[in-house]
């Protein structure tokens, strides 16, 4: 893996700073089956749908866009991350889920759709986290922002592989770490699935209905100071939480990386509307498109 | 097979299926998702003479049936296109239409000579009528100003010349004349609708750039009307862009007569919309019995009135 602050020139890459980063030239636009829809959490689902064309590609932080179809309004798509990858009895990949909190015009619609019904989707998009390697590797979530970490973690802990070809890690990490922060502890999802082997889940919620009372970034301060080894902090939530987790790391030396959740038009770079700003090495900063030169970012690049 | 072929004046098109600037990146964003060569041609991203970094975000909202945006002509700039894009969209295979935009006349001329040698550009589309663009001056909606710099680009350029006209003013028809006396070889109608989104529970605009041009299913009624109108008052051969998402849609603007069509937010939600609007198109032509799509434009029968704004 290459460390953020290992790469020299922002502007290698032709299609951004990311040396994951680029458009995806085998992604896939299809109609996709819902095979199953069930509650999650408080007001969060977790929808199935058959897809084997994405199933086979996708890779942990990848997302793809999911829209309804023959409907004017909600017009758009919306981008969802991957939460996992389902398998045939042959082995094959066919099947994606992802876990989404109702909170607009689109998610309450998508909230109502049934088994059997169609949506429309594109995708794989965006870069995806770096692989894993040998280091402990610590994932901060904050709320839905947990979604991206279950194949992250499944893919650290080789329990599972993902991608076409198949990618295989180096180097276990010395240790997984979850950190999840949520506002309650209704609003915890999908706890059986992070039940892991090897997997240290650590808690907190705002009101200390479990776990840790308090910020999550309180338990990742608390890692940070402890562990010997230096890790790799991967990182997903509401953007004053990515903030506070990028100074965090930033004032430890501690490489980081986050995984942006903006706003989207299109989801494949061709609208200009998902731009954040980065730093540059000829200006202070330049917009950015999180679809294609994102949604994972070294937190040192971004001019917040 | 119905001839699917279509000229507006110089500029020859094996279709009238094009997609539209700013909703198609450089088109290498839509790969995965086209087959380039089907396409009657692809207008990439307006190029201005300096890069320009955008408008804050959030640059789009969406509206019933629309899309706002106030992307504010985020690109590279001229040097960088030429050196980055221009070979890449040359070799796929369709026209390629380069969209340029600038402050004023002088600006207008630089690019189009320097645009002049490339010889595999197929034509000019000038953006006019951007409303995200402050600091120049609005020329899409001044009859004097669209004539002159259509002239000066014509003067300076061997391509066939667009002009793509702003629906933000009070007569189209009128600015599309005077495009047409300044040396267009076709209108492209209409670009965004300006509107606005807010949020008022924050007393806040909804976009970075406050106000924002409205795109989508929900102008297309409004593109309809100004093709219509357009196309009964000036007899130059029209682009028809406005909420295109079916070959319905594409049908209805060539029968008011449109000679061509662009898609544009519907490659944002419908990736893969317009190869297939290609293949709708030949199939729908042949259950038309039309021959040719020269068949089908301006085919509406519209008794009545000639409305009080038309002239
Ligand atoms: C890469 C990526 C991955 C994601 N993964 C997940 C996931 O796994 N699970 C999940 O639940 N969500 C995920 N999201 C967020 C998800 O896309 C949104 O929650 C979803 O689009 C909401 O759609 P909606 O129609 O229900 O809400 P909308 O009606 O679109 O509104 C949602 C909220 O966002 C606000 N909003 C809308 N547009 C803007 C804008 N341009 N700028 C600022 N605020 C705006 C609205 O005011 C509203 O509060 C992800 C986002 C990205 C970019
Ligand atoms: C996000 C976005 C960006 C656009 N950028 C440009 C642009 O750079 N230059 C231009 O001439 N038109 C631009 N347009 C206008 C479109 O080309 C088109 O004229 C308009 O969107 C109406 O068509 P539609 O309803 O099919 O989208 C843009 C539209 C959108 C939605
Ligand atoms: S969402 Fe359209 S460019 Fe990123």
């Not at chain 1, 999550?216 to 991967?234: M, R």
Request: with cysteine; proline share 8%.
């Amino acid at each position: 893996m290459s460390d953020p602050q290992s790469t020299t020139s922002y502007d290698q890459n032709p299609c951004g700073i990311h040396p994951y980063g680029g458009m995806n030239q085998r992604a896939v636009h299809k109609s996709a089956v819902v095979v199953s829809h069930e509650p999650m959490a408080l007001n969060t689902f977790r929808l199935r749908m058959t897809c084997p064309e994405l199933a086979r590609q996708i890779v942990p932080g990848q997302f793809f866009m999911v829209r309804l179809p023959g409907l004017s309004d909600p017009l758009l798509g919306r981008p969802f991350a991957l939460f996992n990858v389902f398998y045939d009895a042959n082995g094959e990949p066919t099947d994606v889920d992802f876990g989404y909190v109702v909170i607009g015009k689109m998610t309450h619609l998508l909230s109502q759709c049934q088994p059997g019904d169609e949506l429309e989707i594109w995708g794989p998009l965006g870069n995806g986290f770096p692989l894993p390697d040998g280091r402990p590797l610590v994932l901060v979530a904050g709320g839905i922002g947990q979604t991206p970490f279950l194949a992250v973690a499944r893919e650290a802990l080789r329990l599972q592989k993902y991608g076409d070809p198949v990618r295989n890690i180096e180097a276990t990490p010395s240790s997984v770490t979850l950190c999840y922060g949520v506002r309650s502890s209704g609003y915890l999802a999908g706890l059986d699935d992070f039940t892991l082997s090897g997997l240290d889940m650590q808690i907190a919620t705002d009101d200390g209905s479990r776990g840790h009372k308090g910020f999550v970034t309180q338990l990742l301060a608390k890692i940070l100071d402890e562990q010997s080894d230096k890790p790799v902090v991967y990182c997903c939530g509401p953007e004053p939480m990515m903030q506070a987790v990028a100074e965090l790391t930033a004032s430890r030396e501690t490489p980081c990386w986050l995984s942006l959740e903006t706003p989207m038009a299109c989801g494949f770079g061709a609208c200009f509307s998902c731009v954040i700003r980065v730093k540059m090495n000829d200006r202070d900063w330049d917009y950015r498109r999180v679809c294609v030169e994102g949604p994972v970012f070294p937190a040192e690049r971004l001019a917040w | 097979m119905p001839e699917l072929d279509v000229e507006l004046n110089r500029l020859k098109l094996k279709n009238p299926i094009l997609v539209a600037s700013g909703t198609f990146g450089y088109a290498r964003e839509m790969q995965a998702y086209t087959d380039f060569s089907r396409l009657g041609g692809i207008v990439p991203k307006t190029v201005t003479p300096l890069p320009r970094p955008g408008n804050p975000p959030p640059r789009t909202v969406e509206t019933s049936a629309g899309l706002l945006n106030s992307i504010g002509l985020d690109n590279d700039g001229l040097d960088v296109f030429l050196e980055k894009h221009l070979d890449y969209l040359c070799g796929l295979g369709t026209a390629l239409i380069v969209n340029i935009a600038a402050k004023n006349i002088d600006e207008f001329r630089t690019m189009a000579e320097r645009l002049a040698p490339e010889s595999r550009i197929a034509a000019l589309e000038l953006n006019i009528s951007c409303p995200n663009v402050s600091g120049g001056v609005d020329m899409g909606s001044d009859p004097q100003l669209t004539e002159a710099v259509v002239k000066a680009v014509r003067e300076a350029c061997p391509h066939p010349i667009i002009a793509k006209l702003t629906p933000n003013v009070t007569s189209v028809p009128t600015i599309a004349a005077a495009a047409a006396a300044g040396g267009a070889d076709a209108v492209a109608l209409i670009n965004t609708v300006q509107g606005m989104a807010v949020d008022w529970r924050r007393r806040k605009p909804r976009l970075g750039g406050i106000l924002g041009g409205l795109s989508g299913p929900a102008i297309k009624p409004v593109a309809l009307r100004i093709v219509y109108q357009v196309a009964r008052a000036v007899s130059i051969p029209i682009i028809g862009i406005g909420g295109i998402q079916s070959i319905d849609d594409v049908m209805d603007f060539l029968v008011v007569g449109a000679s061509a069509v662009q898609i544009g937010t519907a490659n944002f939600y419908n990736p893969t919309l317009a190869t297939q609007l290609v293949d709708e198109l030949d199939r729908c032509l042949e259950a038309e019995k039309c021959q040719r799509v020269q068949d089908v434009i301006g085919t509406l029968q519209a008794d009545g009135p000639v409305p009080a704004c038309n002239r």
